[in-house]
């Protein structure tokens, strides 16, 4: 008799055991989802508000610390002779006692892990009562912290003495609602003889190698038969005594799997059968791609190289950092992820990185990364703080990243391991030195336990010690640009994004700049009369240390800062656009010596100011738009040299770039000053850069620009900063016409209009423009697509607060 599986996915309850619960919700017994999170069940009970909306996320605090128990009845066979019933979790949230008819069977305190527990000595066939308790993973922390001392951390709670997700606690973009619950699947598994406890396949471009681990409950010969796609099938006998067994398969005419922009992304079945005297036991099913991966590290001049090499192809990493999707894990379905990773995919962007604050991400994430070709840097989940390396977090640590890896190893997608993040420049930098004393603070899982870890289980895919860090060079600052990855927050924290023209890293893994989520997102999470910069509910939905603050002095180097706060919303987010504009170009333009660029942050959890591109509710923000055009294979764009503009052509595509570039002078009227024509010759994968001519005769600089063109790409550059720009304020007309799918608009420029945008959430929420951030000459039209269900009043595209551009904020 072969596996079999039962859901227990039904039936559950959750009440409230103990803590500051309110009075109206200790004495309630709620029906639970499973898989599922005690805040869900009490919204769907309508027992608590929407934690994402005003200033609920603060009434919620008493969640922190209080426990809770889950019920459901069980009613199964009890275990025949010679079989075994095991009761499976595939994650809890997070400090759990698990019980059957009152009798304990397990404890647990990592929602990273998995458990497995033998009930078979104890399913009667009778209804049986499944309890499962939830102590405030909160307390937990804070004793364990007492016993093993505390470690420095940039938040308040104690996130790095218990292994639930970092920012489950808060975070600087994301809400402090400390969930608890049966996260995951939950059921019996009933087997005999043996099952399969864990395959990995590990392959390369030609190679597979195929390990097959088993648990038995008898000590029987048996055999495994793996099938791989069109490549046959091999036998694989595992003797009595065999715990595990290994198959080498080469795969010499197996098609290749490619990230985007380069080729096929090809998977192929893997299936493994566990069989005894030709019964299947148990069996595995997946997918593989054929690829190689590799990190180049190699000394040069400047250092030393950090470039991803995937089928021998150097990739020019175009990436985008992810986070949790929702702060509620639970409510994240395949197909969220699916339209989140599309997002990227859309933006030109090749990579994603799974940042170590979060979680291991589902199987759906990587299948979908898998499909679409987007490669995974995946963080192990140790963000911003100091480990302790002692027990009981020290094996918790260990064993999640055993399972973890283990689970993930089949994802052609996923090319390399990162020890965490921040924490090897936390330690350099953040004065943790004095702070820790004689106290461990997790060097030995970045430099000893993972790298041994990986090397037995999976020595196909590159390790990296810390985002940041500097592995090839024992005196140099974790953050050291000739080395390994650097951050660059100085940009945001302090300076300006100009601040990204000082320096050329070799890979910088995260830079970014906040901006409001958009209009019709933040219309649905606060009330009409929070929609101010310092109303109490705003500033709950802004997180960063200072980030309002931040948001003004950014604004205020480029532009006049606007009191109204409509005109301010559009400012930050124009802003944003230009800082990712800015230093996705900076960067690209360095090409071969930065071989990456992953900008914080992709994706939103909730509805927040933050550095997302794409904003809690899913919705575009102005610099979605401008990283797609950064990260366009083919982009055109000044950047800076030796203080000046230059025309950087950046090639990212297999065939070389012939064009011709026209530059011109070009007053704000329209009149040009200057013209000039400049042969493009970019290489495969390479970079020109085209100096503009000196000296430029710019006349006026408050009225002057220079544009480039080439093919359908422009690019433009300013003599002066928006506030002295003598830009015409209204210099556009609009006509529109309705279309099956929503309308197209028709913008039509008199004067030099800059970064032009139709923000039309603001007119239907599911509005959306084909795009935006557009520069038009006088004489000039542009026709924007808008895709929407809604009945719209033509007149309403021209609306100032809806037809904006850079002209808009100077009258
Ligand atoms: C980096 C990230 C996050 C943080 C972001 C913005 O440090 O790793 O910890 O949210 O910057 O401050």
Same mark, same amino acid.
């Given at each position: 008799m072969g596996m079999?599986?039962?859901?227990?996915? %039904?039936?559950? %309850?959750?009440? +409230? %055991? *103990? *803590? !500051?619960?309110p009075p109206e919700i200790a004495e309630r017994t709620v029906p639970a989802t499973v898989p599922g999170t005690v805040h869900t069940d009490l919204l769907d009970a309508g027992l608590i508000p929407d934690p994402y909306l005003g200033e609920n996320e603060g009434a919620l605090a008493w969640f922190h610390r209080t426990s809770w128990r889950y019920d459901t009845v069980l009613r199964a066979e009890p275990a025949a002779p010679g079989e075994r019933l095991d009761l499976v979790f595939d994650g809890l949230d997070t400090v759990a006692t698990i019980e059957l008819d009152g009798v304990e069977i397990g404890r647990t305190a990592n929602m990273h892990r998995g458990y497995r527990f033998d009930v078979s000595a104890l399913v009667t066939g009778e209804d049986q009562t499944l309890t499962v308790r939830f102590a405030s993973a909160l307390e937990y922390a804070e004793r364990l912290q007492d016993e093993i001392g505390e470690r420095p951390r940039p938040y308040p709670h104690p996130f790095n003495a218990v292994r639930k997700m970092a920012c489950s606690?808060?975070?600087?973009?994301?809400p402090d609602l400390q969930t608890a619950g049966i996260w995951k699947a939950v059921r019996l598994e009933r087997w005999q003889t043996a099952r399969i406890t864990a395959v990995r396949p590990l392959a390369t471009r030609d190679h597979l190698t195929v390990v097959v681990d088993v648990e038995r409950a008898a000590g029987v010969n048996l055999v495994a038969e793996i099938y791989v796609g069109e490549h046959g099938r091999r036998r694989l006998p595992l003797p009595a005594a065999a715990g595990s067994g290994t198959v080498e398969i080469d795969v010499e005419d197996a098609p290749l799997w490619w990230p985007i922009g380069y080729g096929d992304q090809t998977l192929v079945p893997i299936t493994v059968k566990l069989l005894y005297q030709g019964d299947i036991l148990d069996r595995f099913d997946s997918r593989v791609g054929f690829?190689?991966?590799?990190?180049?590290?190699? !000394?040069?001049?400047? *250092?030393?190289?950090? %470039? $991803? @090499?995937?089928?021998?192809? !150097?990739?020019?990493v175009r990436g985008l950092n992810w986070i949790p999707d929702d702060h509620l894990l639970t409510r994240i379905t395949c197909t969220t992820l699916e339209r989140a990773v599309n997002r990227a995919a859309l933006a030109n962007a090749n990579l994603l990185r799974v940042w170590g604050g979060g979680i291991w991400e589902s199987d759906d994430f990587y =299948? @979908?990364? =898998?499909?679409?070709?987007? $490669?995974?840097?995946?963080?192990f989940p140790l963000a911003c703080a100091a480990y302790a390396e002692e027990e009981p977090i020290r094996s918790e640590i260990l064993a999640e990243a055993r399972e973890n890896v283990t689970r993930l190893v089949p994802h052609p997608s996923l090319i390399l391991w990162n020890g965490g993040n921040e924490n090897i420049w936390g330690h350099e930098d953040w004065g943790w030195k004095e702070a820790l004393g004689d106290l461990t603070w997790g060097a030995r899982y970045y430099y000893e336990d993972f790298p041994a870890l990986l090397a037995a289980l999976d020595p196909t895919r590159p390790y990296h010690p810390g985002s940041p860090s500097s592995p090839l060079s024992s005196q140099a600052h974790p953050n050291d640009d000739r080395y390994g990855t650097r951050h660059e927050w100085e940009a945001w924290n302090r300076e300006d994004y100009t601040f990204h023209d000082q320096f050329v890293p070799r890979f910088c893994s995260e830079f970014g700049w906040q901006a409001p989520p958009a209009w019709a997102t933040l219309e649905s999470s606060l009330d009409a009369a929070d929609l101010r910069k310092d109303s109490a509910a705003f500033l709950l939905h802004q997180k960063a240390e200072g980030g309002n603050a931040k948001l003004d002095a950014g604004i205020t180097r480029h532009m006049r800062l606007p009191d109204d706060f409509g005109d301010w919303h559009w400012a930050a987010q124009l802003n944003q656009a230009r800082a990712t504009?800015?230093?996705? $170009?900076?960067?690209r333009s360095h090409a071969p010596r930065t071989m990456g660029s992953i900008l914080w942050q992709l994706n939103d959890c909730w509805p927040v100011t933050s550095w997302a591109v794409v904003d809690g509710a899913g919705r575009l923000k102005p610099a979605w738009y401008a990283l797609r055009a950064a990260y366009e294979p083919r982009a055109l764009g000044f950047v800076v040299r030796d203080g000046g503009p230059v025309l950087a052509a950046v090639n990212d595509s297999d065939a070389r770039w012939e064009s011709r570039a026209q530059i011109r002078l070009i007053g704000f009227d329209g009149k040009v000053v200057e013209e000039r024509w400049a042969d493009l010759e970019v290489p495969a994968r390479g970079v020109s850069l085209i100096p503009v001519g000196e000296p430029l005769p710019v006349g006026d600089p408050a009225r002057t620009v220079l544009v480039a063109d080439a093919g359908s790409l422009r690019a433009t550059h300013l003599f002066a900063e928006d506030y002295d720009l003598a830009f015409d304020p209204s210099p556009v007309e609009v006509s529109v016409r309705a279309v099956d799918t929503g309308y197209e608009v028709t913008?039509? #420029?008199?004067?030099?209009?800059? =970064?032009? #945008?139709?923000?039309? =959430?603001? $007119? #239907?929420?599911? +509005?959306v423009v084909d795009e935006m951030l557009v520069d038009l000459l006088p004489g000039e039209s542009r026709t924007f697509s808008v895709t929407t269900?809604?009945?719209?009043? !033509?007149?309403?595209? +021209? +609306?100032?607060?809806?037809l904006r551009s850079a002209n808009s904020l100077t009258g």
């Open positions: 079999r599986k039962t859901e227990l996915h %039904t039936g559950w %309850t959750v009440r +409230a %055991t *103990g *803590g !500051p619960v606690f808060g975070w600087d973009w994301g690829r190689d991966v590799r990190l180049d590290e190699t !000394p040069d001049e400047h *250092g030393s190289a950090f %470039t $991803l @090499v995937v089928n021998d192809q !150097p990739i020019f =299948d @979908v990364c =898998d499909e679409q070709g987007i $490669l995974v840097w995946q963080d504009r800015h230093a996705v $170009l900076h960067l913008v039509s #420029a008199s004067a030099y209009t800059r =970064d032009l #945008a139709l923000l039309v =959430d603001r $007119l #239907a929420p599911d +509005a269900t809604a009945t719209l009043d !033509p007149a309403a595209f +021209a +609306a100032p607060e809806v």
